[in-house]
Each structure stands twice: as C-alpha cells, then as structure tokens.
T-cell receptor
Framework: GAGVSQSPSNKVTEKGKDVELRCDPI?????LYWYRQSLGQGLEFLIY????????KSGLPSDRFSAERTGGSVSTLTIQRTQQEDSAVYLC????????????FGDGTRLSIL | AQSVSQHNHHVILSEAASLELGCNYS??????LFWYVQYPGQHLQLLLK????DPLVKGIKGFEAEFIKSKFSFNLRKPSVQWSDTAEYFC????????????WGAGTKLIIKP
C-alpha cells in the first residue's frame, strides 16, 4: 500500500508569508506526528495527533505554528508570518495506535524562507 | 529532561570495516528503543527496535543493536560495512511515562569509502 505522502516536496516563500504543509498518513494509522529537521540537527518533535485530537502540542515553537487533522486522516501544518529560522525539512510520520509502534515517515517538505 | 545522545556526528569507514555507533539516553524507566536510517534522497525508515526480551536485537541489512540497561545504551553494530550503508543513522527512545513520545538523537552521518 501507499506510504506516508507529504506535499509539497519543496516550498520556497518570502519572509512574512503563510505556508501550509500537508500530510496523508498510511491508511488505518490513527497516530500522526509532525517533526522538524534543521540542517545538522536531529528531529525536533512538533505535535502529535491521536485521531483528530492533539494530546501533545508541546513541541510547537511559537503561536505562529498550528496544525489540524480532519477525518482521522489528512493533517495540515500551518506556519503564519514565516521567519527565516523556520527554514527546515518538515517531516510527517504515522503509526498504528500510540507512539509505542514504529513510525513510518514521509519524504518531508523542504521549506526555505527567503 | 529526557535526552538521547549520539556520540559521533560523522563517521568515515572503509568497506569491510566494523561499525559501532553509540547511543545513550537519560531516562531510568521503561523505554522502547529504535534505530532509524535515512539513505541519501530517501525517507527515514526503521532499522531495528527493542521493546522487551533478548537485549540483542537484529535488524535489516545485517545490523544489530544491544540494549544495556545498566549503561543506558543502545549501540548499533555491523561487523562488515558496505558502501551502500552510507546514510544518516538516528537513535530514538520512547519512554512509557511520556506516553511513548519519541525523543531523537541528533544523528550520525556514516560515509563508507569504496
């Protein structure tokens, strides 16, 4: 079956613009995660969804970041008024039930803020 | 705060050399342990995992890792590396008390010289 799909694969935008990143998890995976990977850094946890609810938003770096998930499937990560430090690869992963299960990753969205 | 430490950010080896990548974590409770690999141009994928039982776990492509609870370590090993093992390797730990949220190491870039 299909893996985790993310779009767009690359996004270049000007500072101050809003961006929306999309993640289609593997069908049947109830848990969905967003991570950020900056150059030379490990993965930074952003937010975790179980179904449509987000029990853990602790990783969102500022109130410019928000995420939602609808229908227990597709999730969007929105960054408002982008800043240059937002430039990174944004990765989405999904798994069965909770985070005790191995996560399956998408290819990521490479976001560049000019 | 919980953390995962990977000792080497870059490792360069010749083909047929033996490999050991270090991973230590700072959590004393029940944990699940993972190694993920990211080959050039590909998404993150699971290499191996430890949940319970035999502390020596075997993964894909001849990799293995040993969980040593007393040392809070989960080092990755391979007796004889190949050029195709060139990739970035990430250690991740999921702690029961944190609802199994994954904490990631910063990654180790492995380059195998042909």
């Amino acid at each position: 079956g299909a893996g985790v799909s993310q779009s767009p694969s690359n996004k270049v935008t000007e500072k101050g613009k809003d961006v929306e990143l999309r993640c289609d998890p593997i069908s049947g995976h109830t848990a969905l995660y967003w991570y950020r990977q900056s150059l030379g850094q490990g993965l930074e946890f952003l937010i975790y969804f179980q179904g449509n609810s987000a029990p853990d938003k602790s990783g969102l770096p500022s109130d410019r970041f928000s995420a939602e998930r609808t229908g227990g499937s597709v999730s969007t990560l929105t960054i408002q008024r982008t800043q240059q430090e937002d430039s990174a690869v944004y990765l989405c992963a999904s798994s069965f039930t909770n985070s005790n299960q191995p996560q399956h990753f998408g290819d990521g969205t490479r976001l560049s803020i000019l | 705060a919980q953390s995962v430490s990977q000792h080497n950010h870059h490792v360069i080896l010749s083909e047929a050399a033996s490999l050991e990548l270090g991973c230590n974590y700072s959590y004393g409770g029940t944990v699940n342990l993972f190694w993920y690999v990211q080959y050039p141009g590909q998404h993150l994928q699971l290499l191996l995992k430890y949940f319970s039982g035999d502390p020596l776990v075997k993964g894909i492509k001849g990799f293995e890792a040993e969980f040593i609870k007393s040392k809070f370590s989960f080092n990755l090993r391979k007796p004889s590396v190949q050029w195709s093992d060139t990739a970035e390797y990430f250690c991740a730990v999921a702690a029961m008390d944190s609802n199994y949220q994954l904490i990631w190491g910063a990654g180790t870039k492995l380059i195998i010289k042909p």
